[in-house]
């Protein structure tokens, strides 16, 4: 992986809130005294601010809030990696006030992530779970009918994404494949060409939940996004149409979700993320047919999740011998 060991770094202390892949803390040793969390996570809070105030470089999740309390407890924090591509558990201007450099993983998991909203997408249109079920509970009847367990096409319907970044993009690309018609919402529209390219047309917020047939999000959580995905837009959606998030819980009122569901305002939805995470089995969401669910998986894969490892070993050391790392977060 990366060759340069110095004495001076060796001396560096770090802090992994989780263990992370062997290979990774392997490299990580070789350079650095590591201190890896291994009890109770995400890793108490108490305990991180303890654990933070002699180190100079922290590994972190997305589930671990790294506010302005931890980041003032770690005085000679120089560097902040996280193993996610969101850094909304991060208090950005905070690090930054202080110089700290901020690590995170774009790309890799972008087609991982791509993938699983179209999992949820033909999970929810072709009934997969229900499918699933009905067969594992012995309750396969009629072999085959006109009117028997009807889903419905990918083929020709509309679908919205919200959020036309990275992941936005591959998610496009891939309904294309399936001859989907494509609207888009994102705070900065595209280049006409770039438009072309993936063949999507951009529309206001409100038309995009208006007129799709499906509604994909992909936009970043942050203080304009929070709850944004409420009864008021909900409200505006096809009775047919379904709702798919991979992106993060907060972007949608969970209780406005839950009552759409609850009432047919929505026919359905596939959700990767929530409110708070875990969720059980006693969770709302949980008990409803039309609603397919995920832990939290959209790079979960053996691939993604390796390569996730790699860039934020790679972040870290870069951010402390000075240099830029691959990824930085920018306010
Ligand atoms: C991320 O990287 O932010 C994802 O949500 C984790 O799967």
Request: glycine share 6%.
């Amino acid at each position: 992986m990366l060759k340069i060991v110095s004495y001076e770094q060796k001396q560096l202390k770090i802090l992994l809130t989780r263990k992370l892949h062997d290979f990774a803390i392997k490299e990580l040793r070789k350079r650095y005294d590591v201190e890896t969390h291994t009890g109770k996570i995400p890793m108490p809070r108490e305990l991180l601010v303890s654990k933070i105030r002699d180190k100079e470089g922290l590994i972190c999740y997305p589930y671990d809030t790294i506010d302005s309390d931890v980041i003032q407890a770690g005085r000679k924090l120089r560097a902040i990696s996280t193993f996610s591509v969101g850094y909304d558990h991060i208090d950005v201007k905070a690090a930054t006030r202080r110089g700290i450099v901020i690590g995170y993983t774009p790309e890799v998991l972008t087609r991982a992530t791509a993938d699983l909203t179209m999992a949820l997408m033909l999970a929810v249109f072709r009934r997969i779970l229900e499918g699933n079920d009905i067969v594992r509970k012995n309750k396969w009847r009629v072999i085959f009918g006109p009117y028997e367990f009807l889903g419905s096409d990918l083929y020709g319907k509309t679908l919205g994404i919200f959020g036309m970044g990275r992941i936005g993009k591959a998610v496009a690309k891939r309904a294309s494949g399936f001859e989907m018609k494509i609207l888009y919402h994102n705070r900065k529209r595209l280049a006409v060409q770039e438009e072309r390219k993936l063949d999507v047309k951009y529309v206001s917020l409100d038309e995009l939940f208006r007129k799709s047939d499906v509604i994909t999000i992909h936009s970043p959580y942050t203080r304009n996004t929070h709850g944004i995905v409420n009864l008021k837009l909900l409200k505006k959606m096809k009775k047919t149409a379904f709702l798919i998030n991979t992106a993060r819980g907060k972007i949608v009122n969970e209780k406005d979700l839950i009552y759409a569901l609850k009432k047919g305002i929505v026919a359905g939805a596939g959700l990767d993320v929530f409110w708070k995470e875990p969720i059980s089995g006693r969770h709302p969401f949980s008990k409803m047919k039309n609603v397919v669910i995920m832990p939290h998986s959209g790079s979960s894969t053996v691939e993604t999740r390796a390569e996730m490892a790699q860039i934020t070993v790679k972040n870290l050391v870069f951010a402390l011998l000075g240099k830029k790392p691959i990824y930085q977060v920018r306010i």
